[in-house]
């Protein structure tokens, strides 16, 4: 198997995560800062190029209904504009709660999550991966649970 980029979007703040080569394990990559560079596509192409990356896998936030707000919107429009740059096709993983969760190992580690927020968005990253790569395993293991 071939490695798995996972992006936690902001608009401020891109978190990425990378799978090792065998999908099993995602580890927190970096944070790209919309502020200080120009274009987050040429950032995450040139990963996409050096780390042999073969999909990606982006958190969709979602309303607690399930439903899709305004930020899933944005979510949407930026990973349209990626996978043309990229020229692949990009998975989504209902991100509900992972920013939650990443400041709660934060809290856990004693971070102070103020200093930390770009800590957040590559630990967010990494949940939505981890829980995506887990999802492949599963149904892989479990092959009826695709239809589902």
């Given at each position: 198997?071939?490695?798995?980029?996972?992006?936690?979007?902001?608009?401020?703040?891109?978190g990425l995560a990378i799978s090792d080569p065998l999908g099993i394990i995602a580890q927190t990559l970096t944070t790209l800062d919309t502020k200080k560079i120009k274009d987050p596509f040429f950032e995450i192409?040139?990963?996409v190029k050096e780390k042999k990356v073969k999909k990606i896998v982006v958190g969709l936030?979602?309303?607690?209904?399930?439903?899709?707000?305004?930020?899933?919107?944005?979510?949407?429009?930026?990973?349209?504009?990626l996978s043309?740059?990229?020229n692949m096709k990009i998975d989504f993983w209902d991100e509900r709660l992972s920013s939650?969760?990443?400041?709660?190992?934060?809290?856990e580690t004693k971070r102070k999550i103020k200093?930390?927020?770009?800590i957040v968005d590559r630990i967010s990253a990494s949940l939505i991966l981890q829980g995506?790569?887990?999802?492949?395993?599963?149904?892989?293991?479990?092959?009826?649970?695709?239809?589902?």
């Open positions: 198997m071939s490695r798995i980029l996972g992006i936690d979007y902001g608009e401020r703040r891109i192409k040139n990963i936030p979602k309303n607690m209904d399930g439903t899709i707000g305004e930020q899933g919107k944005k979510v949407l429009e930026f990973a349209k504009n043309k740059e990229v939650v969760e990443s400041q709660k190992i934060l809290k200093q930390d927020k770009k995506y790569l887990e999802s492949l395993k599963s149904n892989s293991m479990n092959p009826s649970k695709k239809d589902e």
